[in-house]
Nanobody
Framework: QVRLVQSGGGLVQAGESLRLSCAASGFIFSINAMGWYRQAPGKQRELVAGITSGGSTNYADSVKGRFTISRDNGKKTVYLQMNSLKPEDTAVYYC????????WGQGTQVTVSS
């Protein structure tokens, strides 16, 4: 079955960095697009970054220039490098893929203090 297992996250101060990882199994990782989403309290889940099977990327305007999504097909893992973190980046972050339907990681809390 499709599984997405996240790691990373935590509490940092504004301006610091974090890296999230998402290890995938149960599907052909190399041909699937992957995404990172986040959901802040009282807000809808939003797309943060996406990466296609070919490595093309897209980002939310709010994170462009600060966040980088990447993938390692050999390790079946997608990453989200987050630099220059801001308090407004505080949210639960989820990795995502679609295999007939959407699948989600378990979620990882990222808290940025000012």
């Amino acid at each position: 079955q499709v599984r997405l297992v996240q790691s990373g996250g935590g509490l940092v101060q504004a301006g610091e960095s974090l890296r999230l990882s998402c290890a995938a199994s149960g599907f052909i990782f190399s041909i699937n697009a992957m995404g990172w989403y986040r959901q802040a309290p009282g807000k809808q889940r939003e797309l943060v970054a996406g990466i296609t099977s070919g490595g093309s990327t897209n980002y939310a305007d709010s994170v462009k220039g600060r966040f980088t999504i990447s993938r390692d097909n050999g390790k079946k893992t997608v990453y989200l490098q987050m630099n220059s973190l801001k308090p407004e980046d505080t949210a639960v972050y989820y990795c995502q893929t679609a295999v007939i339907r959407d699948y989600w990681g378990q979620g990882t809390q990222v808290t940025v203090s000012s």
